[in-house]
């Protein structure tokens, strides 16, 4: 790595182009190992910034370059094309260049690349310079017109379909737009096809297309992505806007998919849903993930950001609105809890390590290394505060402002802010601080009862973060509501604002003292401190009246006993399961909030509390406590267990949110019968099993008890020739295997004849399970971080961007004790000290050791 490919580039540094983009005319000439890709662009000059004609160009065979029609003075470098500006004249240019690519080669899967025979395209962030040389940056938007030229029957490109003949095709998107939205497919696919007509009557051609073979499992997607439309009219005003909407099917794939205008192209796993080889959390975020990629049409594509730092501008909004879709299509309370899970489970990890950064980040090397949590689910986050301080009303006047007044540009988050400022007269300096102070602020709350009034003291603290010591007070918006004594609620939820280091709020003419219930629906992303007995806790988890701090309630019972079991061998209190007791067999409760509460907290998140509590953690006796927990809770629970089991079951598989409330409480009841019955139950349920959601939680719950040899056997026979299921056959023998035998089971799975390093959905079938069995990862010998590391070394020579994203699993090492910190860290300075590294693994490295 040469040192200028390792020098960040910076927020603060940001200018113009020298030239606009008008119009680009690409042809390609597609063959495996020699695509010859020809380009016709006008560029304009930009008086604010006159210059030299910049493009950046990567793994470019450069065969001809003309402006004007013209030969012209130009330098090629590893990065770029530039023509000096004196080589330009006068007013606007027509550039014109031929250059030859092979997408064959092309494992990275950046740029084109070939995935089963397949042509297609990932451009975002700046993949588009692996196809032609281009300036290469969101700032710059053109309207393009695509020829393809190929024997495959199916040829498809940005906006509508223009023309076609044997052998090519050519496509025009009358939307000007940045380099990063372009892509092409070309393969021998079928389409599943359905038509939707928008609010205003234009007629819209939907298609999703899959290897032949798939046709069946796209019913599912098209439902999700009509639902997406009408919700984007409905709520947000905004219709499609071209004639046709394709999605395509890709087996080979990076990240979930991509919001390519007009051509959306999907992580096969993203979209490919049927009731047997798919699981209701599969469908769930298939649904999410189509609404998502639908949804960027406006924020993303038609206002687009304009540089990478701005990245949250369209991400973290995204999130949020397909957050809001995913809620109304389903139930909000248990969106908002998982959504919750998520956030500490990435987020929080994320912001209280070394790789933390703002939602709007100052600099970096490699963008790719940018598709964080922080950007996407904090910067959700932050819009969903920013609503509550305005209020629904406001929020949607700011999002029709922000739509009027930048549609068709590429802009900034002082612009998304200020439109919210226009539209309340609110100064919204502080709160812009949520975008530019990472780490994950820590509210403390005590409270005192005087004659009828009760107050609530609060105070805030950020802890320091990479390159950011000195915090400033946020914004944080807290919900607050009252239970009396007879768990009636007497104050509705309010919003208090808080935006000092320490406030407080008096609550007056109250009868009785009552308890307060904080942080109703998560209303900030802080860490909460409040110490609260376990009565009281018990308490709100009976009464609450705000669903998701009735489950947060029970969350830090089972939180608290078990750090107390882990600290000092304190046995579960009664009072904990006794609650737990009475919210499962609570028939009045819905059962996959139920099932949410029957969850404990995971491995990863009770190393992180007993770190913030001082403490270093040890895996292993972390592994222990929550499996003794898993059984006291089922001893205690052993009577309603099979009845329970029974009730639980469903007819059909419809994959809705009834029918998948069921089935998560049902299977969550299977793995602690599993725990009593010998595996009986669990086998039955495996072998009578007709969906996956069945199939896949009785086999986790014969791998949680060691149990599950057989049924592994028997699943992969029924599945090997389906990949996306055999991504669970290999995910879950990782996930769920006991910590001593976690890396030797990885292990052997590469050894596997259908494990391949250059299928990303494999790869991180096996080492992303290696990395989230917290136990098994950090088990003391060492070997999982070794073969880990090892196997990353080795991705990131084919993938640099799938192997840096999966190194931040060593992003904890400072947590834990010393043994473990020098084995993790001696396996990031191998991995850092490898020939040839990629820039992305370079940048996480050095973060994570700096
Ligand atoms: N922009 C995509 C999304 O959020 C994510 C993505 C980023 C996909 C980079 C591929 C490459 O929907
Ligand atoms: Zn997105």
Known sequence: MNDTATQPIFLKDYQEPHHWVRDVHLTFLLAPTATRVRSRITFVPNPQNPGDLELNGED?????????????????????????????????????????????????????????????????????????????????????????????????????PTQKGAGWAEWHDPWPKPAYLFALVAGDLVNHADTFTTKSGKAVDLNIWVRPGDEDKCAFGMEALKKSMTWDEDVYGREYDLDIFNIVAVDDFNMGAMENKGLNIFNSSCVLASPETSTDANFERIEGIIAHEYFHNWTGNRITCRDWFQLCLKEGLTVYRDQMFSGDMRSHPVKRIEEVLALRARQFREDNGPLAHPVRPESFVEINNFYTATVYEKGAEVIGM??????????????????????????????WLKVFEDTTGRDLAQFKQWYSQSGTPRLSVEETWDDGALTLFFSQETPATPSQTEKKPQVIPITVGLIGPNGDEVVPTTVLEMTEAEQSFTFENLGARPVASILRDFSAPVILNRHID???????????????????????????????????????????????????????????????????????????????????????????????????????????????????????????????????????????????????????????????????????????ADMGQDALVAFEKQWKH??????????????????????????????HPDFTMKNPNRFRAVFGALAGNHAGFHHESGAGYALLAKHLIELDKLNPQTAARMASAFETWRRYDPTRQDKMRAELARIGATKGLSRDMTEMVTRMLG
């Not at 032609?132 to 393809?148: C, E």
């Not at 990949?723 to 292990?747: C, H, N």
Request: aromatic share 6%.
């Open 386 to 415: 920013l609503r509550r301080v305005v209020g629904d009303e406001a929020y949607y006047k700011a999002l029709d402002l922000y739509f009027d007044r930048h549609d068709g540009e590429a802009a900034t988050i002082e612009d």
């Open 534 to 704: 376990a009565p009281t806790r018990a308490f709100l988890l009976a009464h609450d009246t705000d669903p998701f701090q009735k489950w947060e309630m029970g969350r830090m019972l089972a939180r608290d006993t078990l750090v107390a079991m882990i600290v000092d061998g304190t046995p579960p209190a009664a009072t904990y399961l006794d609650a737990i007791r009475d919210v499962v067999v609570d028939d009045d409760l819905d059962p996959a909030f139920r099932a949410l509460v029957l969850g404990l907290p995971s491995e990863d998140d009770i190393a992180q509390k007993l770190v913030d509590e001082g403490h270093t953690p040890d895996p292993q006796a972390i592994h222990d406590n929550r499996n003794e927990l898993r059984r006291i809770r089922t001893d205690h629970l052993a009577d309603i267990l099979p009845a329970l089991f029974d009730s639980m079951k469903t007819g059909a598989f419809v994959p809705d949110a009834e029918g998948s409330g069921k089935r998560s409480l049902r299977l969550a009841v299977l793995s602690m019968l599993t725990l009593i019955d010998g595996g009986a139950a669990a086998r039955a349920a495996f072998a009578a099993a007709d969906n996956m959601t069945e199939q896949a939680g009785s086999l986790r719950s014969l791998l949680l």
């Open 60 to 160: 470019l065979r450069l065969l001809s370059v003309a402006v004007n029609g013209n030969d012209v003075p130009y330098e090629v470098t590893d990065t770029g094309l530039t023509i000096p500006a004196h080589a330009l004249g006068e007013g606007d240019i027509t550039f014109e260049a031929e250059v030859e690519i092979a997408p064959q080669e092309n494992t990275a899967l950046e740029g084109l690349y070939m995935s089963n025979g397949m042509y297609c395209t990932q451009c975002e962030a700046e993949g588009f310079r692996k196809i032609t040389y281009y300036p290469d940056r969101p700032d710059v938007m053109g309207v393009f017109t695509v020829r393809i030229e190929s024997d495959l029957p199916v040829l498809l490109s940005n906006g509508n």
């Open 722 to 751: 389906d990949r996306l299921v055999m991504d669970k056959w290999f995910g879950m023998q990782v996930a769920y295997a006991s910590p001593e035998k976690t890396a030797q089971i990885a292990q052997t799975l590469t050894q």
